[in-house]
C-alpha cells in the first residue's frame, strides 16, 4: 500500500483560540469545501472531542460516496486528528496542528492517505487524485483566511510527497 503526504500551513494573525474556534465546529467544514464535492455535514449536533465520530456525503465525480470520520486524538487549541472510519480511502488520517508564533497563529494539515486498488489506485493518484487534492486544499486555504475575516499573512501550497 503507498502512503502518500499532504503538507501545506498558513500563518494568520488571528490569537490562537480564535482561530482553533473556526475548526472546532465541524460545520465550518462545509464552508471550506469546493462546490463541486457537493459536500454536507450529516451529524449536525456534534461536540468536537475525542472519540467524537462525524458522517458526510460527498460527490466525486458525480458518484455518492458516505464518508465517516473519527476525532482520534483532541488537544485544543494545539491539535486534533480526524481518520476515516469509512470512505474513499485505505488510510486517512488529518493531523490539523495550530502554534502560537511571532508572526501569528500557525495552521498546519498533514493527510497521511492511501488509496485502494493496488497498482490501479497509484495510476489514478497520478493522473487525477493528486491534482485533485491539492486544489481542494489550496481551495480550504484561501476560504479559512475568508472565515478568518481575511487576516492570512502566509501560506505554504499543498505539497503531496509519498
Known amino acids: 500500500?503507498?502512503?502518500y503526504h499532504l503538507r501545506c500551513e498558513l500563518i494568520t494573525t488571528c490569537p490562537l483560540e480564535q482561530t482553533f474556534d473556526i475548526f472546532k465546529n465541524p460545520l465550518n467544514l462545509a464552508k471550506i469545501t469546493p462546490s463541486w464535492l457537493n459536500f454536507q455535514?450529516?451529524?449536525?449536533?456534534?461536540?468536537m472531542r475525542k472519540g467524537a465520530e462525524i458522517e458526510y456525503n460527498i460527490k466525486w465525480l458525480g458518484l455518492p460516496i458516505h464518508w465517516k470520520t473519527l476525532i482520534?486524538?483532541?488537544e485544543p487549541p494545539a491539535s486534533f486528528v480526524d481518520q476515516q472510519e469509512k470512505g474513499p480511502y485505505t488510510l486517512w488520517r488529518h493531523h490539523h496542528t495550530f502554534e502560537e508564533t511571532s508572526a501569528g497563529t500557525r495552521v498546519g494539515d498533514h493527510v497521511e492517505y492511501a488509496l485502494p486498488l493496488g497498482v490501479l489506485g497509484e495510476i489514478a493518484?497520478?493522473?487525477?487524485?493528486?491534482?485533485?487534492?491539492?486544489?481542494?486544499?489550496?481551495?480550504r486555504q484561501r476560504e479559512i483566511g475568508n472565515l478568518l475575516a481575511g487576516k492570512t499573512v502566509e501560506v505554504v501550497a499543498p505539497v503531496i510527497t509519498t
Open 41 to 47: 455535514v450529516l451529524t449536525k449536533d456534534v461536540q
Open 1 to 3: 500500500m503507498q502512503i
Open 72 to 74: 482520534s486524538e483532541y
Open 125 to 139: 493518484h497520478a493522473v487525477m487524485v493528486k491534482r485533485q487534492l491539492e486544489a481542494i486544499f489550496r481551495f
